[in-house]
């Protein structure tokens, strides 16, 4: 197999969304502190929604991105979805997407008082080799057609790497 065709996990991002709700982010924010050991970082609006009390510069969420050696996590986080995942979760670039209801279905956390039960998601971003083309500084340009992560590829990566099954809708 050609080694260019080598598809790993680039990062893992995990988010929690709390709106205006300013105690639920400081619940989301222990929960991935507990979860991962990284302090995360807010996130903060950009536009006015009106209906939802929401005004620009408004932290309105939390996540925390994870580079490097993040598989032990993220078996643990697919454990807790019982290794099946919708088919819809995966995307047309090579990217997973999916969300864990209740915390401690999660291995090894235990259910913590302060934070109550919350939920979060979770994003998995794949790449391979020569994909650095369209993040470098000089001469930036677009990935090639064979090198472009298709959806059924990203599923069978998945189900070779964490033997996922995928599940009816």
């Not at 680039?10 to 205006?20: D, I, M, Q, R």
Request: aromatic share 6%; charged share 25%.
């Amino acid at each position: 197999m050609n080694v260019m065709k080598n598809i790993k996990i680039e990062k893992l991002t995990l988010n929690v969304g709390a709106g205006n709700n300013q105690e639920t982010l400081k619940k989301g924010m222990k929960l991935l502190k507990n979860l991962t050991g990284v302090e995360p970082v807010k996130t903060i609006s950009n536009k006015r929604i009106p209906a939802w009390g929401v005004r620009p510069g408004l932290p309105v969420g939390c996540k925390i991105t994870l580079r490097g050696n993040q598989e032990q996590l993220l078996k643990r986080l697919l454990m807790s979805k019982e290794n099946k995942l919708r088919e819809d979760c995966f995307d047309n670039q090579g990217n997973v997407s999916f969300g864990i209801h209740e915390y401690i279905n999660v291995p090894g956390l235990e259910y913590d008082p302060s934070i109550g039960i919350i939920g979060f998601q979770v994003s998995v971003t794949l790449t391979r080799a020569g994909f650095r083309i369209k993040e470098r500084r000089l001469m930036t340009r677009k990935v090639g057609k064979g090198q472009i992560i298709t959806h059924e590829e990203s599923i069978a990566f998945f189900k070779e790497k964490f033997n996922i099954s995928l599940e009816e809708n």
